[in-house]
């Protein structure tokens, strides 16, 4: 009984649903491929509004790229990195 009251018998890494993640990595491919899409319209059209609005998804996909990176770690990370994604906005 005193082990748990430790955090002994807590689990080392939060369990993370695997659908969650896929939802996540479906989230970045798309940010992703709409960031080469309108950068590409941008460059060609010579629109400072769509080239803004590739950066936008660029750091959209950034975001989603950090979430995966510690979806599955410690909370001291997963909250850190939030304060950071915080600070960025």
């Not at 510690?70 to 304060?83: C, N």
């Amino acid at each position: 009984m005193s082990d748990c009251c430790s955090g002994a018998c807590a689990s080392a890494k939060p369990v993370v649903d695997p659908r969650y993640r896929r939802i996540l990595w479906i989230a970045l491919v798309i940010n992703a491929l709409m960031f080469g899409v309108e950068l590409a319209g941008g460059l060609a059209s010579d629109s400072v509004a769509l080239l803004a609005d590739a950066v936008d998804f660029l750091g959209d996909a950034g975001n989603y790229a950090l979430s995966l990176l510690v979806l599955g770690s410690a909370a001291v990370w997963r909250s850190r990195t939030a304060l950071f994604k915080g600070a960025t906005m």
